[in-house]
């Protein structure tokens, strides 16, 4: 038996049971247009906030907030990264001498009594971004602070003129 004979009997699978007057152009575009409404009401988000169905496991991108700031001679990146215990947990890569690869550690907010972690909506992970910066920087040659939850670099601009000789 052919397989698509099931598809072609009096009152097959889905249209040949239909009314031919109801397969049109128009119906089929009503159809589409209901698909795309069930799609975006009923969506991975929708299944993730009931009961924590989520069918696919999305990486979460995290935004990490940064200024860039200069005067004459510097170029200042402030990290906003509340709670770092230490230094140890942000590192900076330089890709080139205009960008930058961040990677800051989170961590949980231990009270030095605690003893057992109940929940935690802190997520324990590395987040990453890439920085461009405005003008080249000497990659080799940089500080860094942290204070009040903000973490700066703190960049020496590289002197980007070219003397071109002149053979006269």
Same mark, same amino acid.
């Given at each position: 038996?052919?397989?698509?004979? #099931?598809?072609?009997?009096?009152?097959?699978?889905?249209?040949?049971?239909?009314?031919?007057?109801?397969?049109?152009?128009?119906?089929?575009?009503?159809?589409?247009?209901?698909?795309?409404?069930?799609?975006? *009401?009923?969506?991975d988000?929708?299944?993730?906030?009931?009961?924590?169905?989520?069918?696919?496991?999305?990486?979460?991108?995290?935004?990490?907030?940064?200024?860039?700031?200069?005067?004459?001679?510097?170029?200042?990146?402030?990290?906003?990264?509340?709670?770092?215990?230490s230094m140890?947990?942000?590192?900076?890569?330089?890709?080139t001498?205009q960008?930058?690869?961040?990677?800051?550690?989170?961590?949980? *907010?231990?009270?030095?009594?605690?003893?057992?972690?109940?929940?935690?909506?802190?997520?324990?992970?590395?987040?990453?971004? =890439?920085?461009? *910066?405005?003008?080249?920087?000497?990659?080799?040659?940089y500080?860094?602070?942290?204070?009040?939850?903000?973490?700066?670099?703190? #960049?020496?601009?590289?002197?980007? =003129?070219?003397e071109?000789?002149?053979?006269?």
């Amino acid at each position: 038996m052919n397989p698509m004979d #099931f598809f072609n009997k009096k009152d097959g699978f889905p249209f040949n049971a239909m009314p031919q007057s109801e397969i049109n152009p128009k119906s089929i575009l009503e159809m589409k247009k209901m698909v795309k409404q069930y799609h975006s *009401l009923l969506n991975d988000d929708f299944w993730g906030d009931i009961h924590g169905l989520r069918t696919s496991k999305k990486k979460q991108t995290q935004m990490i907030p940064v200024e860039i700031w200069e005067d004459v001679k510097h170029i200042y990146l402030c990290i906003v990264a509340p709670g770092l215990p230490s230094m140890k947990y942000a590192k900076i890569h330089f890709n080139t001498d205009q960008i930058l690869t961040l990677k800051v550690k989170s961590h949980s *907010l231990k009270p030095s009594q605690a003893v057992t972690l109940l929940s935690s909506d802190l997520p324990q992970q590395y987040y990453e971004r =890439e920085i461009p *910066l405005p003008k080249s920087v000497k990659m080799s040659n940089y500080t860094s602070s942290y204070e009040d939850g903000v973490l700066t670099y703190t #960049f020496i601009k590289e002197d980007n =003129e070219l003397e071109i000789p002149f053979d006269f």
